[in-house]
């Protein structure tokens, strides 16, 4: 069993503006996050669930959304069991609930790029105002 909690964005990241950046943090407890690929995704009012990147195991692989390509960057610290998302020239159609995931097995990164996930956080708002 994993634990998944981001943070970054809500209350504390509040409300940026178009061209801002912001980082997301995904701290996972429980079993170690190594075990896993993570990636994360987001959500935005009456859109379906968007991959927006992932990570692999030991950080050696990623995959970007093009949406995100160029602009944000996904790195992991396995000895804190940290996952982060680094968002730079932030745009409101970036507007939404960022959720973190964990996917192990066969091709975890693949199934986290195919939307697939076997653990989930609770998610942190990113509002991006124009």
């Known amino acids: 069993q994993v634990r998944l909690v981001e943070s970054g964005g809500g209350s504390e990241g509040g409300l940026v503006q178009t061209g801002d950046s912001l980082r997301l943090s995904c701290a996972a407890s429980g079993r170690t996050a190594s075990a896993y690929a993570m990636g994360w995704f987001r959500q935005s009012p009456g859109k379906e669930r968007e991959f927006v990147t992932a990570i692999s195991r030991y950080g050696a692989n990623t995959n970007y959304a093009d949406s995100v390509k160029g602009r944000f960057t996904i790195s992991r610290d396995n000895a804190k069991n940290t996952v982060y998302l680094q968002m730079n020239s932030l745009k409101p159609d970036d507007t939404a609930v960022y959720y973190c995931?964990?996917?192990?097995?066969?091709?975890?990164?693949?199934?986290?790029?195919?939307?697939?996930?076997?653990?989930w956080g609770q998610g942190t708002q990113v509002t991006v105002s124009s």
């Open positions: 995931a964990a996917a192990a097995g066969s091709e975890p990164l693949q199934r986290l790029f195919r939307g697939q996930f076997d653990y």
